[in-house]
């Protein structure tokens, strides 16, 4: 009997071997992807083809040598024709997705809720709808994981260029909008999960009874949004910052002459011809010395304008579809006449989360450009917690959106420590990242705060 108990568990801890090998390989694959997007996407190339070929000689690579991670120690980080070295950025990048990966898997779905650790329950992380088995979950778990490599994409991107390829902001929403109302119809269709499901999630990170009002704003939101694109490409309001890269070129010509003037007066011992003491040193950082910024946002505040409208429209008449509100006497609650199905409910909670995830940082970038007369922060900001908003929830965006500043403060101290080697100027995009994985693991730890500064009022929870 013992050998019998012995062997199925052994047998289990070989099945949960498995389960990890294969969510690492996928981890691995899509960090291989990440590298070749990380590569392409600032340069203009087609991300599909040519295939994967040696920056220096332009050798294409054979299968074995695309393998992720091994492929690069297989070839001992050099290419095997022309012997140039290859990055280890890109086996790094591989190994790390596929680490993130199965740290993600093995805390939602292996730690059991009591697996204690410093005096810390590891098994409270996970989200409530989570409780269920991988094979009724994954399709959340597949967004989760689609957001978390789309992330550590736009890190390295927005690192390296200062910018963040929107398209990297657009595939995870888009997988959100798609992923997260089949599967609760599904769901729904199925009989539910056994414990929370992810509609109901939705229903509890979204405000509002049922949430109808917020399904309406939600819908009318995007419809807003869609319009105001419509009127963009035809010319009938004006794009922000379009004559950005026009005055950017003449400033950084009147600097040059500036400098050279200067240098030619010094020569010749004469005073004089300084360029400003206030024009930034780097080319990359031009953008904060731009002077209209507060004439751009009046542009931003146009094209937002149908949105608005169109969800506070949308509130009014997805609330009076609602019907008359009356009392059940088994929930001991008010409830409309007609209750949303849940995949109607998953998805207005995508769309909101997409809204209000964007919309918070977008009202900081447009308020403090009013009140600095700079631009405050950058639209791939907006659509990166856009995209979270979407994929995670709306509280997540922006609490993960709030965390930034404390990382962006801990990476100003680390160089600090480190006296003074983190010299370069990071952009804003990196620390909302990992401000966003921080909001995820620490949830517990983030309830609790929240718990402490609102009294416990209506209790405080995070999906």
């Known amino acids: 009997m013992t050998l019998a108990v012995e062997s ?3 047998w289990l801890w070989a099945f949960d071997a498995v389960k990890v090998l294969f969510i690492a390989a996928l981890g691995a694959c899509i960090g291989s992807l990440t590298n070749v997007l990380v590569y392409r996407l600032p340069r203009g190339l087609n991300v599909v083809t040519p295939p994967s070929a040696c920056p220096a000689c332009g050798t294409q690579l054979t299968f074995g040598e695309n393998i992720p991670v091994f492929g ?18 890109y086996p790094l990048v591989e190994a790390f997705v596929a680490a993130l990966f199965v740290f993600f898997f093995v805390l939602y779905y292996m730690l059991p809720t009591g697996t204690i650790v410093l005096g810390f329950d590891l098994g409270s992380i996970k989200p409530r709808w989570m409780a269920s088995s991988a094979s009724q979950t994954w399709p959340s ?18 690192a390296k260029t200062s910018t963040i390829p929107l398209i990297l902001t657009w595939v995870p929403a888009l997988v ?37 009002g917020w399904i309406g704003a939600s819908i ?12 963009l490409a035809a010319g009938l309001i004006r794009r922000s910052f ?4 026009a005055w950017e070129k003449q400033a950084l010509a009147d600097m040059a002459s500036a400098e050279q003037a200067a240098g030619e007066q010094a020569s010749t011992g004469q005073a004089g011809g300084q360029p400003p003491a206030d024009a930034p040193h780097n080319p990359g950082e031009m953008w904060i010395a731009y002077p209209h910024a507060r004439r751009e946002m009046v542009k931003e505040l146009v094209f937002l304008a149908p949105c608005l409208g169109l969800a506070m429209t949308g509130w009014w008449l997805a609330r009076m579809w609602a019907g008359p509100w009356k009392f059940d006497a088994i929930s001991g609650e008010l409830l409309p006449a007609h209750l949303a199905p849940l995949w109607l409910v998953a998805l207005g909670g995508v769309l909101m989360g997409y809204l209000i995830g ?15 007369g700079k631009e405050s922060m950058g639209l791939g900001d907006v659509h990166m917690m856009a995209a979270v908003g979407a994929c995670i929830g709306w509280i997540n965006s922006v ?14 101290l680390l160089g600090k420590l480190l006296g003074g080697r983190l010299k370069r100027v990071m952009p804003y995009g990196p620390f909302l990242a990992v401000s966003t994985v921080l909001v995820l693991v620490c949830k517990p730890l983030i309830e609790l705060g929240l718990r402490k500064l609102t009294g416990n009022m209506g209790g405080v929870f995070l999906p």
């Open 72 to 89: 690069w120690l297989l070839l001992k980080g050099r290419c095997r024709f022309c012997r140039v070295k290859i990055s280890s950025e």
């Open 220 to 231: 009318g939101g995007v419809i807003g949004l869609g319009i105001g694109n419509v009127l």
């Open 141 to 158: 778990f597949a967004v989760l994981l689609t957001v978390l490599s789309s992330l550590v994409a736009m890190t390295l991107v927005d």
């Open 399 to 412: 609490l993960g959106f709030f965390g930034a500043a404390f990382v962006g403060l801990a990476w100003v």
């Open 242 to 245: 379009a004559d950005y890269q």
């Open 176 to 212: 959100a909008v798609l992923v997260h109302p089949i599967h609760a119809f599904i769901v729904q269709r199925a009989g539910g999960l056994g414990v929370t499901t992810p509609g109901e999630v939705w229903t509890l990170a979204t405000p509002g009874p049922r949430g109808w």
């Open 358 to 372: 964007g919309g918070v940082v977008w009202g900081v970038r447009i308020f403090g450009s009013l009140g600095f």
């Open 8 to 10: 199925y568990e052994l």
